[in-house]
């Protein structure tokens, strides 16, 4: 039982380059969320997908794309990436919205310079 | 948007000690999680709670709805206990799911052996 996995660990990306960071989860989750962590900032939400086929904007959207694949996959895209992107990335999924707890991916650490 | 402030920022202490952690917030909530993030970086729910008191091994969670604030408390500390300790907070709105939790900057906690 893999719980949430999430790939790259650990990327370094030229200005203007893209890339797609991949999480699965194996839990049967309706849930999943990406989010990013800044030093001195709590997580902040960039997308979320409340059940497979939905995907909807959180706080921080901007040069981010994503795709709920299916039930397992929630993909994030960076079509053009940018300093301001440098962060720690973490994939996280919940049994529903609302009422269970989050289970986190291991995170990547992305620079982009 | 809801404020998350914990303290302390940084924690230090021996072995054995016992540990409190607080969070408060500015406005009501439906429910509050404790995280915990290890070294390494990965991150682990510990609590989810919306009223009273819960425990799990040597950790204990209480919640005062009326005051808005929460704590996380340590009992017989171990320096594997040393993590960064972030509180979640979810807005009051039934409507509210996970997307809305807003997340404190952490404590950064260690025990000294």
């Known amino acids: 039982n893999a719980g949430v996995t999430q790939t790259p660990k650990f990327q370094v990306l030229k ?67 940018a300093p301001s992107q440098t962060s720690v990335y973490f994939c996280a999924s919940t049994r529903d919205r609302v009422d269970s707890p989050l289970h986190f991916g291991n995170g990547t650490r992305l620079t982009v310079t | 948007k809801n404020e998350v402030e914990q303290s302390p920022q940084n924690l230090t202490a021996q072995e054995g000690e016992f540990i409190t952690i607080n969070c408060s917030y500015s406005v009501g909530i439906s429910a509050l999680h404790w995280l915990q993030q290890h070294p390494g970086g990965g991150i682990v729910s510990l609590f989810m709670l919306s009223s009273g008191k819960k425990k799990h091994g040597r950790l204990i969670a209480t919640i005062n ?36 939790l807003t997340f404190g900057t952490g404590t950064r906690l260690t025990i000294i052996p």
């Open chain 1, 15 to 81: 200005t203007g380059q893209s890339m797609t960071l991949q999480c699965a989860q194996d839990m049967n989750h309706n849930s999943m969320y990406w989010y990013r962590q800044d030093p001195g900032m709590g997580l902040r939400l960039i997308y979320y997908s409340a059940s497979e086929g939905t995907t909807d904007k959180g706080e921080v959207p901007n040069g981010y794309n994503v795709s709920r694949l299916n039930k397992r996959e929630f993909s994030l895209r960076l079509e053009s990436a």
């Open chain 2, 65 to 100: 709805i009326q005051e808005k604030h929460s704590s996380l408390h340590i009992t017989a500390s171990h320096p594997r206990d040393s993590a960064v300790y972030i509180c979640a907070v979810r807005g009051g709105s039934p409507n509210f799911g996970n997307e809305k």
